[in-house]
């Protein structure tokens, strides 16, 4: 039930010559605190049509007004508060999600139409980086976002297993590097050499050439390269695969740069037909100035072409290959220029649907204030991360809870989803910093407050022995501390929307946090399991939130145990 569209509909028929319903629904305003109400509406905009003052429209309105949702209606200054009908709407709005259940908040506009998302995307003989896990969780709740509201994501992976830093990898391992070293640990000693390829590079300035030729060498087949190649990426995915199973997240695609190679003559050639290159100082480039953009690099004078070059093929095959209705990035704010680039280039070549394509940034994960660098070789590794959360996890719930069945399932549920909810929680162009102890507390704004208080709502009902709850039942609540709940509930469709709208894992995550605040004062302030009329209504209160708080998770990532 939407009860702010039912508002608008009984405003509507007393002020329809000046406002449309739409326009209505923009303007009522949900009040900041409790005492005005539930919604109210403001009637400022209306002075002017009706000739009249607020205040007196206002008081003209409240006096016409009746809906069966609305209990009372306050006239406050130039302001109408409505207070809704709090039996009448908890028990619509149980009813409905306890009919629904996880489909609860679900619609259908996307029409099963694709959405290809750019996640993850780590380089190849590097380590997986903090940032790419901000991208792998990021991407993954837009996914089941998006799902949720009727589209079909394709998870894309688009590593990056090309470019000329493997033709200096290539320099360091000639020169340097042992087989067996990079065997026993592929990631770390491929580091390490691509680390000595920047530093000795600095005073020999000849190892550059040496690895622009390398990369020559790759894209032009040659045998020993491409081996090299083939090599230096299997053992990545390698590390790659060891980390999306602990997040478990998968891809539907793992297209990433190399994909691309055979697909970017097209690309140039398009371009040049459409006299959109220029030749400067041997190098092909567009020009974006009147974008205000710096010039896009499509080809280097040698002829090697560019991360932009693999991301304009990439952009074309997607539309071809999905028919997108929109096509998401989600990659780090510090590339922003570079999105804004490839769009511009796309629009220069006549493609419309580059509007369609949208840049999902976001914030860096810093340490003491600052960013992390690989370069220096002093990152944080991602999977040690993830380890840590998961021993710091088990030990919270040796101390709470000793006798749990499946301990280390449970740890792992707790730890990773510390994590990924730690990620998802904050705007997600925030930089921010953390700590594991503070991540994997069970109080405060964390991913295991909310499965602890889910696993909560789980044992009351466990307790009541409630089973399964009538859903012809008239569910209705009255107090204030169930209202903060069914309100929550209530918005559920709207917050799911909101959290498309603005592509925002964190509108979910924090309804999650407010969900499990507002549950866990109503439990502590009213008797749940007392034995009295209204008690099915407590219990499917109860129920209604262990369902809701599990699908916030579940679009976030994130497990539920049923105990913990
Ligand atoms: N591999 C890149 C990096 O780690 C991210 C790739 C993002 N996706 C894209 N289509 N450009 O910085």
Request: glycine share 6%; net charge negative.
């Amino acid at each position: 039930m939407d009860y702010k569209l039912q508002i608008a509909q009984s405003l509507h028929e007393h002020v329809f010559e000046s406002l449309s319903l739409e326009d209505i629904l923009g303007l009522l305003e949900k009040p900041k605190s409790v005492e005005h109400g539930d919604v109210a509406f403001p009637t400022f905009s209306l002075a002017k049509i009706f000739r009249k003052a607020p205040q007196q429209i206002a008081a003209d309105l409240g006096e016409k007004i009746s809906s069966p949702i609305v209990e009372k209606v306050e006239v406050v200054g130039p302001y109408l508060n409505f207070f809704l009908d709090k039996k009448f709407v908890s028990s619509t709005v149980l009813k409905e999600i306890l009919t629904q259940q996880d489909n609860f908040g679900a619609n259908n506009v996307g029409e099963g139409k694709n959405i290809p998302i750019d996640m993850s995307s780590p380089n190849i003989a590097k380590p997986i980086s903090l940032g790419h896990l901000r991208s792998t969780v990021i991407g993954n709740a837009l996914a089941n976002i998006v799902e949720k509201m009727g589209y079909n994501p394709i998870k894309i992976n688009h590593l990056g297993d090309w470019g000329t830093q493997f033709g200096k990898l290539m320099t360091a391992y000639k020169l340097w590097g042992s087989e067996e070293a990079v065997r026993e640990n592929p990631i770390q000693e491929l580091l390490k050499l691509y680390v000595k390829f920047h530093d000795e590079a600095e005073e020999n300035p000849a190892l550059e050439d040496d690895g622009r030729e390398w990369f020559k060498k790759l894209e032009d087949g040659d045998e020993e390269a491409v081996e090299l190649w083939k090599w230096f990426k299997a053992e990545s995915m390698k590390e790659f695969n060891r980390i999306y199973d602990k997040l478990e997240i998968t891809f539907d695609s793992f297209n990433g740069e190399a994909f691309y190679n055979d697909k970017m003559q097209e690309v140039v050639d398009l371009l040049e037909e459409k006299n959109l290159l220029t030749v400067d100082n041997g190098a092909s480039i567009v020009d974006l100035e009147k974008y205000d953009l710096n010039p896009a690099l499509i080809k280097k004078s040698d002829g090697a072409t560019l991360y932009i070059t693999r991301d304009l093929a990439a952009a074309i095959y997607r539309k071809r290959t999905y028919d997108f209705a929109l096509s998401l990035y989600a990659v780090g704010n510090e590339q922003s220029n570079h999105f804004k680039q490839l769009k511009a280039v796309l629009k220069e070549m006549g493609y419309d649907w580059a509007e369609d394509m949208h840049h999902v940034p976001f914030g860096l994960i810093t340490k003491d204030g600052k960013k992390l660098s690989t370069r220096k070789g002093k990152i944080v590794l991602l999977e040690e991360v993830l380890d840590d959360a998961v021993s710091v996890a088990l030990k919270q719930i040796e101390a709470k809870n000793p006798d749990l069945e499946n301990k280390e399932t449970v740890a792992n549920q707790v730890g990773i989803g510390a994590v990924v909810f730690h990620d998802l929680k904050n705007d997600r162009l925030n930089n921010f910093d953390f700590t594991i102890e503070e991540i994997v507390q069970f109080e405060g704004e964390t991913g295991p407050y909310v499965q602890y208080s889910r696993a909560r709502a789980l044992s009351i009902l466990r307790k009541a022995d409630a089973g399964e709850l009538s859903l012809d039942a008239a569910y209705a609540l009255n107090d204030s501390y169930s209202w903060e709940v069914i309100k929550l509930i209530q918005e559920y469709p709207e917050t799911v929307q909101r959290a498309f709208d603005k592509l925002e894992p964190s509108v979910i995550a924090k309804h999650a946090i407010h969900l499990a605040q507002a549950f866990n004062k109503y439990y502590a302030n009213s008797r749940v399991l007392t034995e009295d009329a209204e008690k099915p209504a407590r219990l499917a209160l109860v129920q209604a939130v262990a369902i809701l708080l599990k699908e916030d998770l579940r679009l976030l990532g994130v497990h539920s145990p049923d105990q913990m």
